[in-house]
């Protein structure tokens, strides 16, 4: 796996227009290619907002952040989706797309003027679906989806962007084990073939079991960064989180595990 | 077979099905062209029409009465032309607002061109502008400039920070529309006089619009037409909705303001010669999208393509159902239009799978 610097943050501050405070403040960090990281925090922390930094949606008010080494606001927009694809867990359209139209959406940063697929373009949608477990299904309506299924559609159409950064926000959220554990499975086997994975999370313990960095969001600052182990303690996480909690190793991963006790 | 290999089949289907479209369009709009007071056969219309276009006496040994070349020529062919155009212009804005509002419910008057148009004529017509023609001082002209101060405030009051909002659009748009026409119910009532001349300028009509009218159309659609067909990826993409666009490498505000600006446009030159004619840029869309499917790359012809044939239908009923009295086009397209909307309702209701299928 290269080492090569996908994203340099430096200072990284932004607030929104009217907020009181900033919504994220001086997040500085270095992400290698390849890297898993699981961005976790309680709600308002600032998960949302800082991948949508590192997704170029929206610019740092201070300090720098350079994707590949350039300012990730002087991306082309059209580059910019050719290298970073985003997802969130919804999926709701007002008309009846299928599944083949919303994966095909993935070659939207590709397409010429009058957004003709090319044989390429269509191979790639294919190779998606089949990547996300989706084969056979193209032409079924997203509304006669199980929630499952929809989310796969949504990784189905990032993975036709063929980026070099995935970013997710909450990809588990809504979805049963076997769900959660297959859609992580594939997010380990994506980055190990070199794509970046950074996955805003609620469930701390399948972020310590799946993720090997942690970025730990408190009040819109980066108060851990590191292994799960050296992030994930019960002091800390009673301090951000607010709760009481018991944190035990599992002795088959070695990863912390969070127990709440129930009073 | 494999899975790109059926998506090849599928496109090739949807292209047959669009020229299957252009030609039925085209056929509708030779046989109304015939049809008439004076009824002209359809060989006999291609006849015309072929010297007409070639400059040259084609077909020489087919006999044409000359009172026909007159009538085609000068009165049923612009006329056609210009309900064939005024449909196009109405589906395919529709087609775009649907889109672009993430709303099946929207059509191209939700941003208040058409109230802004009719007042910009009530108040031509109060003041005895002649109703036809293009020149400064003609009904089309203060119609015009009455969808675009419309939709201008419409766009003002619209924008939340700068960018263009769904949910303020529509409402704006909703209370602009009611308090313009307002405005134009009480200049009726003050100037009983010229009641039924404004009143039959808002029912829609093409009597006694000529090539100018299709001309000045036409040209409108020619441009219009040709941005909001660049912008039939991005609508995709909106569909999803601003963020997923965004992420996908759209334009986001730059799509919002073509596609808005576009169809606003297009819809007010369509308004601005042939009064308000309803339905059709609500309908259309969901009949287009019942055939060819929700990829606006196809949907926003085949938008154009229905309204066109449509509007085309509309106006020979128009013609003929109380002959030689002549029925508003407006009141035509809103008594088929109502209940066939209705009609697909119903059916997706019963479909149960969002607003309709392939």
């Not at chain 2, 808002?202 to 000045?216: D, I, K, Y």
């Not at chain 2, 159902?321 to 008594?335: D, F, H, N, Q, S």
Request: hydrophobic share 55%; proline share 6%.
């Amino acid at each position: 796996m290269s080492d090569e610097i996908v994203y340099r943050l430096h200072g990284v501050s932004f607030s929104y227009p009217d907020a009181p405070v900033p919504a994220v403040t001086e997040v500085s960090a270095h992400v290698v290619a390849g890297e898993m990281i699981a961005l976790i925090g309680p709600n308002g922390a600032g998960k949302s907002t800082l991948l949508g930094l590192l997704g170029g949606l929206a610019k740092p008010a201070k300090g720098q952040l350079e994707f590949l080494g350039r300012p990730v606001s002087q991306w082309l927009s059209r580059e910019r989706a050719q290298a970073i694809a985003m997802i969130r867990p919804e999926l709701d359209s007002a008309f009846p797309l299928t599944v083949f139209d919303v994966v095909a959406l993935g070659r939207v940063p590709y397409l010429g003027r009058w957004g003709r697929l090319t044989h390429e373009d269509v191979r790639v949608v294919f190779e998606a679906l089949e990547a996300a477990g989706l084969a056979g299904m193209e032409s079924r309506l997203v509304a006669t989806l199980s929630q499952g299924e929809r989310q796969r559609a949504v990784l189905a159409r990032a993975l036709a962007q063929k980026p070099r950064v995935l970013l997710l926000d909450e990809p588990i959220a809504h979805l049963d084990l076997a769900y959660q554990l297959d859609t992580l499975r594939r997010l380990s086997a994506l980055a190990a073939e070199g794509v970046t994975v950074i996955a805003a999370l609620h469930d701390i313990n399948l972020a310590a079991q799946f993720f090997n960095r942690i970025w730990l969001l408190s009040d819109g600052r980066l108060v851990g960064d590191g292994p799960p182990a050296s992030v994930i303690d019960g002091p800390t996480v009673a301090r951000v989180f607010h709760v009481d909690v018991s944190v035990w190793v599992d002795p088959l991963t070695r990863r912390p595990q969070v127990s709440i006790p129930a009073r | 077979m494999t899975g790109p290999e059926v998506y090849r089949r599928r496109q090739a289907a949807l292209a047959a099905k669009m020229t299957a479209g252009l030609a039925v369009t085209v056929a509708i709009m030779i046989v109304a062209t015939g049809i008439g007071a004076v009824d002209i056969p359809p060989r006999t219309v291609l006849v015309i029409l072929a010297r007409a276009v070639s400059g040259r006496q084609l077909f020489p040994s087919w006999p044409v009465d000359p009172s026909f070349v007159t009538i085609m020529l000068q009165l049923r062919l612009p006329r056609v032309l210009l309900a064939a155009l005024v449909g196009a212009s109405l589906g395919l804005a529709g087609a775009a607002m649907q889109g672009f509002l993430r709303n099946p419910m929207a059509d191209p008057y939700i941003t208040g061109v058409s109230s802004g148009a009719a007042l910009g004529a009530t108040i031509a017509i109060v003041a005895g502008v002649p109703v036809i023609g293009w020149w400064s001082g003609s009904v089309p002209v203060f119609a015009f400039a009455g969808a675009v101060a419309a939709l201008s405030l419409v766009l003002f009051l619209g924008r939340v920070n700068g960018t263009l909002a769904v949910v303020p659009l529509i409402l704006a748009g909703v209370a602009v529309s009611s308090l313009l026409s307002a405005v134009v119910s009480l200049m009726m009532v003050l100037h009983e006089p010229r009641l039924e001349q404004v009143f039959f300028w808002l029912m829609g009509g093409f009597s006694g619009r000529g090539w100018t009218e299709a001309g000045v159309v036409a040209g409108y659609l020619l441009v219009c037409g040709f941005v909001l067909m660049g912008q039939a990826v991005p609508l995709n993409a909106l569909a999803l909705g601003d963020d997923d666009a965004r992420s996908l490498g759209v334009d986001v505000r730059r799509s919002q303001y073509l596609v808005l600006g576009a169809s606003a446009v297009l819809t007010a030159a369509a308004v601005s010669e042939s009064g308000l004619i309803g339905f059709v840029g609500l309908v259309v869309p969901h009949m287009a999208r019942l055939v060819v499917g929700p990829d606006h790359r196809f949907l926003l012809p085949a938008s154009g393509l229905g309204g066109a044939a449509l509007m085309v239908l509309a106006d020979l009923v128009a013609r003929l159902a109380m002959r030689p009295a002549e029925i508003p086009v407006g009141v035509i397209t809103a008594l088929v239009g109502g209940p066939f909307f209705l009609y697909l309702l119903h059916r997706t209701r019963r479909a149960g799978a969002g607003w309709a299928s392939r």
